[in-house]
């Protein structure tokens, strides 16, 4: 017998009434433990929001140490992303309790707990009609005869009752699956917001590092290329200095020359003066 209806004389009700209220107490079961689970992760999602925030706290005070700007810039924008993940920690937490744990509330205390006062009352009831058989089993009499009666009619009555609310309940509970809905969309929302933010914190730092490669390898092409030409010019000054020198021993030669024609006693001068004489 479900612990919602703790009546006697089972064979007395529909198998499928059981089975209803079999199904309604497991389902009242579920949405009360929901209810806490709610509680639970609100109070985990604002546990989080204040790990994350005091991260991103550490990781910017971490960042005001740093003695190049590019390390100090990384860790800020870490700790820049850390905060907003807080926040979406914190926002998923609001959003539970706007969306989530009120309506579980309201069903809890509304529906569900209309439905339970209505299988206690008829269990109430089937005690009283049990009592009155039992009574009229001993009395042969007709004022217990009449008594069975109203007890049965009565029964009979909350028994259709209790079947309209059951009735009722099951329509009411189409909210859970828009609660639902909403909670799960809440926590993907949550999951895909956390890894954009990562994702864009690790390709932010991939962008940065391919960055100060690309100017490394610009600065050492830059100081080959200087290298070279360096090389290049010093080719051109030991170049000129060769040819500098090259012009300066050919002058060097024609003087030494012109000076041999002119000394005294020699052949060739002697020549050159008297051309007439030489013959």
């Given at each position: 017998?479900p612990?919602?209806f ?15 209220i079999?199904?309604i ?9 929901l209810?806490k ?5 609100r109070?985990d ?16 005070e971490?960042?005001?140490q ?10 800020r924008r ?11 920690y914190?926002k ?10 009120p ?29 009155a ?17 109203a ?16 009735i ?9 699956q828009a ?7 809440v ?13 864009s914190?690790?390709?932010n730092?991939q962008?940065d ?17 200087g ?13 000129g ?14 003087e ?6 002119q000394?005294?006693?020699s ?13």
């Open positions: 017998m612990r919602l703790r009546a006697g004389h089972r064979e007395n009700y529909p198998p499928e009434f059981l089975d209803t079999e199904r107490d497991i389902i009242c079961g579920t949405l009360k433990k209810e689970m709610g509680k639970l992760v109070k999602s604002n546990n989080k929001q204040k790990i994350w925030s005091k991260t991103s706290e550490a990781l910017k971490y960042a005001d740093m003695l190049t700007d590019e390390v100090a810039e990384t860790f870490a700790s820049a992303k850390f905060f907003e993940i807080g926040q979406l914190l998923h937490a609001e959003a539970i309790v706007v969306q989530f744990n309506a579980l509330r309201e069903f809890n205390k509304g529906a569900a707990k209309e439905l339970k006062e209505h299988l206690k009352n008829l269990a109430k009831i089937r005690r009283n009609l049990d009592k058989r039992k009574k009229g089993e001993r009395c042969d009499d007709e004022d217990t005869a009449v008594a069975v009666q007890a049965q009619k009565e029964h009979d009555e909350y028994l259709a009752t209790t079947k309209e609310a059951v009722k309940f099951l329509q009411e509970t189409a909210f859970f609660a639902a809905n909403a909670y799960l969309n926590e993907k929302e949550l999951c895909e917001k956390i890894h954009q933010e990562l994702n914190l690790h390709s730092g962008s590092e391919k960055k100060q490669t690309s100017g490394d390898q610009k600065s050492g092409g830059q100081k080959s290329g290298q070279k030409s360096g090389a290049q010019k010093s080719g051109a000054q030991k170049s200095a060769q040819k500098s020198g090259a012009q300066k021993s050919g002058g060097q030669k024609r030494d020359e012109k000076a041999e024609d000394k005294p006693g052949k060739e001068a002697e020549e050159k003066r008297n051309p007439q004489r030489s013959q």
